[in-house]
């Protein structure tokens, strides 16, 4: 499905040929008509015109702009996740919201989590206008419901420990701006996401990142590189907030969970790289350990027993740099 402005293309219904367009519909056009994201580019009117490889090396050019836009907004980005992790280690959740595209990749974040985290899934949520359903069907009506995202929230149980990062490439989804303001108003932390320079859902929030990656190759189609710059944006928000927890060990998953054999696989490999230790070694530590890949890295370099490695883990809020070095120290 192409989003266009989180698919506001579907926000408010087209006057008919026989009648003028209403104050309503002109003045939703001309605030499409102002965001960068909604841009028509003339220099690509005749696109269709060109060859397959020619087209593809031109949407190849578009994307590869994607990760300047992104740096440009490092410094923001940082701020988030910093105030992110201080919330979630006093145990808040993080919460994503968004219609269309922007939810959808909210989502498949948010059940990212737990497999390579170890996460509970109550832990990293994503909500998506219009609920499940969305996230196969257009069910474009939802994004311009701000009521509806103060109902996902409440049924969450929305408190000032959790945040709330509402996602929206035109930053202008009323779903998205609602959901932040209703958070905002409980006390919980706020981030906005959007592609848009001085957007209404970055102003709502208490952080504000503003990707802004220029018109798209098809006008308005924001599943492109807005939807590229959110995903790469969510990535650094769920990815580095995990890392400021302690759920990584260097650049090593220690808190994977082994749920299938490949999983059981990387886990074992997971505890060579730390430690070095024989296939016999990480065995043995593991059967100890109840297959948790954290516990056993520390029985091995921290030459302690189970109990003990969890022990440590626990007192040390689960980073095992910490507990290693308790155990050592």
Same mark, same amino acid.
């Given at each position: 499905?192409?989003?266009?402005? $989180? ?30 994201? &909604? ?17 593809? &090396?031109?949407?190849?050019? &578009? ?6 836009? @992104? ?35 909210? @989502? ?15 832990? =990293? ?18 994004? $311009? ?15 000032? $420990? ?28 706020? =981030? ?18 503003? @990707? ?43 808190? =994977? ?22 296939? &016999? ?49």
């Amino acid at each position: 499905m192409t989003s266009s402005a $989180d698919a506001t293309d579907a926000a408010s219904p087209s006057p008919s040929p026989s009648s003028p367009p209403s104050a309503d519909y002109r003045d939703l056009r001309a605030e499409l008509e102002s965001l960068t994201t &909604e841009a028509f580019r003339p220099e690509l009117s005749e696109i269709d015109q060109l060859s397959t490889l020619g087209i593809a &090396e031109i949407m190849n050019g &578009e994307d590869a702009t994607v990760p300047a836009a @992104v740096a440009a907004q490092l410094p923001r980005i940082a701020e988030a996740i910093d105030a992110i992790a201080e919330r979630m280690a006093r145990g808040g959740r993080l919460v994503y919201a968004g219609a269309g595209t922007a939810g959808r990749l909210g @989502v498949l974040d948010a059940s990212e989590c737990p497999p390579t985290f170890n996460t509970d899934p109550s832990e =990293v949520v994503g909500l998506v206008a219009g609920g499940p359903t969305a996230m196969t069907t257009s069910i474009e009506g939802a994004e $311009d419901s701000a009521e509806l995202a103060v109902e996902d929230l409440s049924a969450l149980d929305l408190t000032a $420990d959790d945040v709330v990062v509402g996602v929206s490439a035109s930053g202008r989804t009323p779903y998205a701006i609602g959901a932040v303001e209703h958070a905002r108003a409980l006390g919980a932390l706020t =981030v906005g996401l959007s592609c848009n320079a001085d957007s209404a859902l970055a102003a709502a929030a208490d952080h504000g990142i503003e @990707v802004v990656v220029g018109p798209e190759l098809l006008t308005g189609s924001t599943r492109l590189k807005a939807g590229t710059a959110q995903k790469l944006v969510l990535n650094m928000l769920s990815t580095i907030t995990m890392i400021r927890l302690g759920k990584t060990y260097g650049n090593l998953m220690v808190d =994977v969970r082994a749920s299938n054999e490949k999983l059981r696989a990387r886990s074992r490999r997971i505890v060579s790289l730390a430690t070095g230790a024989s296939d &016999e070694e990480i065995e043995a530590a593991l059967a100890a350990t109840d297959g948790e890949v954290k516990n056993a890295i520390l029985t091995i370099l921290g030459n302690v027993d189970g109990p003990t490695a969890a022990r440590l883990l626990e007192e040390n809020n689960g980073h095992l740099r910490a507990a290693l070095a308790a155990a050592t120290g």
